[in-house]
């Protein structure tokens, strides 16, 4: 005697929610991961001008200066070469030979708005004795306290 085997195929779809749930936790576990990545650097406050400059002349990135000044909790001095610290003669050299691969750079200095004149003209003149053409200073926009009138 035979007997037949009577089976039904269902098709069921696959259960979402625990993707959904999944990948809400992941979503959420980067959000606050990322709140806790700091940007590197150093705060410096620019010097401000209404004055506004035309935009990069070059379409290779620049080369950045960060001159810091002197303040209660540093006593002294700082500058740096994207965003590495360095020294008046060291700078010279790096920006030599930064030159030399490409002269064609922008150069950017920030420096703060304490900062020394003196040392911004000093930084100034070897960017321009390396053979950078295009040296910026860094400003900000002052941000009026009263609304124009209409």
Known sequence: ???????????QRPDVIPVVNVVLLLLLFFVIALRFVQEPGVSIRLP??????????????????TVTAESAESRFVAIFFNDELVD????????????????????????????????????????QQAGFRNVRLATQIPESTSS???
């Open 1 to 11: 005697m035979k007997f037949t085997r009577r089976t039904k195929v269902v098709a």
């Open 48 to 65: 401000e001008t209404s004055a506004t400059s035309s935009a990069r002349t070059s379409p290779y990135p620049p080369l950045i200066i």
């Open 88 to 127: 008046l003669r060291r700078l010279g050299v790096m920006l030599g030979e930064s030159a030399r691969q490409n002269p064609f750079r922008d150069v950017v200095i920030k420096a703060d708005k304490r900062a020394a004149h003196g040392l911004v003209v000093s930084i100034l003149g070897l960017a």
């Open 148 to 150: 124009p009138p209409r």
